[in-house]
């Protein structure tokens, strides 16, 4: 029983000490403008992905992205929109994407082509979030923010708006002075 008990033990310690499974945040998105992003090109800055469609009730909350990308920019934040169609809301193209938010809400955030973010077909970013965090988008606007360390500090559902207390004092408590 004893030797159980110690080899048991031992197990348990190996175990507890494997890492985690990180957030895959060199895996490339399509740009809206051409080529390519990757997280990791803002490592050591916290980024807030996000989930978009521009036919969805929240699209408005464009404006609070923009607005929120506006205030801390210049500290160091980074603010991502991940047009989805996983929910049946998106516009066909990413041409036609990125020209109703210039022209609906003045965007100038960064911005990924149209993006699976669930299931099967989910990009490696959003897959590895649901594995390591069990956070997958349950509808349009969530919205995950990573910490400069790459870990994740947030995420929340469609109903909290880009510039709720929540976010902004998880982004503020991030952000360089």
Same mark, same amino acid.
């Given at each position: 029983?004893?030797?159980?008990? #110690?080899?048991? #033990?031992?197990?348990? %310690?190996?175990?507890? #000490? *494997?890492?985690?499974?990180?957030?895959?945040?060199?895996?490339?998105?399509? =740009?809206?403008? /051409?080529?390519?992003?990757? *997280?990791?090109? @803002?490592? /050591?800055?916290? !980024?807030?992905?996000? =989930?978009?469609?521009?036919?969805?009730?929240? +699209?408005?909350?464009?404006?609070?992205?923009?607005?929120?990308?506006?205030?801390?920019?210049?500290?160091?934040? !980074?603010?991502?929109?991940?047009?989805?169609?996983?929910?049946?809301?998106?516009?066909?193209?990413?041409?036609?994407?990125?020209?109703?938010?210039?022209? =609906?809400?003045?965007?100038?955030?960064?911005?990924?082509?149209?993006?699976?973010?669930?299931?099967?077909?989910?990009?490696?970013?959003?897959?590895?979030?649901?594995?390591?965090?069990?956070?997958?988008?349950? @509808?349009?606007? =969530?919205? !995950?923010?990573?910490?400069?360390?790459?870990? !994740? %500090?947030? +995420?929340? /559902?469609?109903?909290?708006?880009?510039?709720?207390? #929540?976010? +902004?004092?998880?982004?503020? %408590?991030?952000? +360089?002075?």
């Amino acid at each position: 029983m004893r030797l159980f008990a #110690a080899l048991s #033990a031992g197990l348990f %310690a190996t175990l507890i #000490a *494997l890492p985690v499974a990180a957030l895959d945040r060199a895996a490339p998105f399509g =740009n809206i403008d /051409g080529g390519e992003l990757r *997280l990791s090109d @803002w490592a /050591g800055r916290p !980024v807030l992905v996000v =989930n978009t469609a521009s036919r969805c009730g929240f +699209t408005s909350q464009y404006e609070g992205l923009q607005a929120l990308f506006d205030r801390y920019r210049d500290r160091g934040l !980074v603010v991502l929109a991940v047009p989805s169609d996983d929910f049946r809301q998106e516009l066909a193209s990413a041409e036609e994407v990125k020209k109703f938010c210039e022209v =609906n809400f003045g965007i100038d955030i960064p911005m990924t082509t149209i993006t699976p973010v669930r299931g099967a077909q989910a990009h490696p970013f959003y897959a590895s979030l649901a594995a390591e965090v069990g956070f997958a988008p349950s @509808w349009n606007f =969530n919205k !995950v923010l990573i910490a400069p360390d790459g870990r !994740v %500090a947030g +995420t929340w /559902g469609a109903m909290t708006r880009p510039l709720s207390g #929540a976010i +902004t004092r998880q982004i503020e %408590a991030l952000l +360089t002075e």
